[in-house]
Each structure stands twice: as structure tokens, then as C-alpha cells.
């Protein structure tokens, strides 16, 4: 009833708080800013992603959503949002 909660948590991520009532219903996702690498370095260090992770393109990932009908919501994880 109160929407999905995904926690990684440090020192991935950070800790979200509920409601994120949105994912209840299938119409939208969180990307977190980084993404497990498939080689053992950072081929893209930006300082924001601990050692074999890389920063995910949020301007990739808004062409994507917007392509599909969605958009982008402010906040801290990258948030697609979807229409009902």
C-alpha cells in the first residue's frame, strides 16, 4: 500500500525513506548513480562511485524514459516516472 523501498545503503548508495508510494503501482524506477563495472578498475572514475563501479549517464537513462512515455523526477537516485 505504501509503495516499494529498496535500501542499499553505505557505502553504495544512501538510505531512501518511505513512502516512494509511486512504485506500488508499476509506473515508475530508481537507478542508483552507479552501476557494478564488468572490468576490476574504474574506466570512469567521477569520485561519486567506489572502486569497479561506474557513474550511470542520467541523460542516457532521461532519453530512455522519455522515449517510453516517462519522465524524470528530482531526486537523489535517478527516478523515471511513468503516466498511470
Known sequence: MWGGLFDIGPPIGSFWSPPHKSHRKGTSVDIDR????????????????????????????????EKYGGHLVDEPPIHCEFPN
Do not use: F, Y
Not at 576490476?40 to 572502486?51: A, L, M, V
Open 34 to 65: 552507479c552501476a557494478k563495472s564488468a572490468v576490476s578498475e574504474n574506466p570512469n572514475p567521477q569520485g561519486i562511485c567506489p572502486e569497479g563501479w561506474i557513474k550511470v549517464d542520467k541523460t542516457r537513462i532521461k532519453n530512455l524514459c
